[in-house]
């Protein structure tokens, strides 16, 4: 693998959070930020994730007489004292 260097500065809060975590996962800490920005640059925004299922709900109330379980059991399981 070809690499390159990248000098970048940051607030001691941050190095001594790198540090201790590269530690603890015995890793370098140049190891450590590679997968955080290899763990960032592979993920999908929202909306890729969510794409198949924009309006897959519907949003508009239903006839009350008109029961469905599946919307029932949601209700049931996610329901929150106000």
Aim: glycine share 4%.
């Amino acid at each position: 693998m070809h690499t390159s260097t990248l000098t970048i500065r940051l607030p001691q809060t941050q190095r001594t959070a790198l540090k201790e975590t590269a530690e603890r996962l015995k890793k370098s800490e140049s190891e450590l930020v590679r997968d955080l920005l290899e763990r960032e640059f592979g993920r999908h925004p929202f909306g890729t994730l969510a794409d198949g299922f924009a309006g897959c709900l519907a949003s508009t109330p239903e006839d009350p007489a008109t029961s469905d379980p599946f919307r029932d059991a949601i209700k049931r399981n996610n329901w929150r004292p106000q």
